[in-house]
């Protein structure tokens, strides 16, 4: 399969713990996105790579927020100290990106629960 | 900022029948891209149709076809012969070509299907 894949699918935490998300880039794209998508919304975008330089944040990224991509392949989401309003669908995407318009190529996400 | 607005929160048609989704944008760009992309349930987001602004000629890939007015900011989508599997969130998107090139979406269209 050589398709973005997200680990884990679902996670369900208690407030207050921090969670780490992964994200596997189709192989050779050097872009890569985070997006957060909450029930009933579109997507909105968090942060993107360029190989392992993050390049753009979004405000939506708060403090709690971090996301690396060593070596500039996969790539990890971390939210501490999580907070109900985190709860959502986290979206990877991935695309060879040269300024081209190339199609970014969604994971399956995973969703989040903050009890 | 760009936006997009998705004015039809859920849309039915009849198997076999046409439907068409609306889209309008904002934006003070003159060059960028447009896409639908859809997101079945409990599946990933695929894409569906993309659009180049600066090609007049509307996009199509089989039973998908796009009506793309640039002055008006209106990017719709039709799909023609609906088929069951065509039932899914459709989320139409925009995406500079300048920059980190991230999507902006809108809020989806839940499209049911009735057989």
């Known amino acids: 399969d050589t398709g973005v894949s997200q680990d884990p699918r679902h996670k369900i935490t208690k407030r207050g713990q921090n969670v780490t998300f992964r994200c596997d880039p189709i192989?050779?794209?050097?872009?890569l996105y985070w997006y957060r998508q909450t029930l009933g919304q579109g997507p909105e975008f968090l942060t993107y790579f360029q190989n392992e330089a993050q390049l753009e944040k979004s405000r939506l990224l708060s403090d709690r927020f971090s996301a690396e991509r060593p070596k500039g392949s996969f790539s990890t989401l971390e939210i501490q100290r999580t907070e109900q309003g985190d709860s959502a669908m986290y979206l990877c995407?991935?695309?060879?990106?040269?300024?081209?318009?190339?199609?970014?190529?969604f994971g399956p996400g995973t969703r989040l629960l903050v009890l | 900022a760009q936006t997009v607005t998705q004015s039809q929160p859920e849309m039915s048609v009849q198997e076999a029948e046409t439907v068409t989704l609306s889209c309008t944008y904002d934006t003070s760009e003159s060059d960028y891209y447009l896409f639908w992309y859809k997101q079945p349930p409990s599946r990933q987001m695929i894409l569906v149709i993309r659009q180049e602004a600066y090609k007049q000629q509307n996009a199509t890939e089989n039973r998908f076809s796009v009506n793309f007015q640039k002055a008006a900011k209106s990017f719709s989508l039709k799909i023609s012969d609906s088929q069951l599997g065509d039932a899914a969130m459709y989320f139409c998107a925009y995406r500079s070509r300048r920059g980190n090139e991230k999507l902006t979406f809108g809020t989806g269209t839940r499209l049911t299907i009735i057989p």
């Open positions: 995407a991935s695309t060879q990106g040269a300024g081209q318009g190339e199609t970014q190529y």
């Open positions: 192989s050779e794209h050097n872009r």
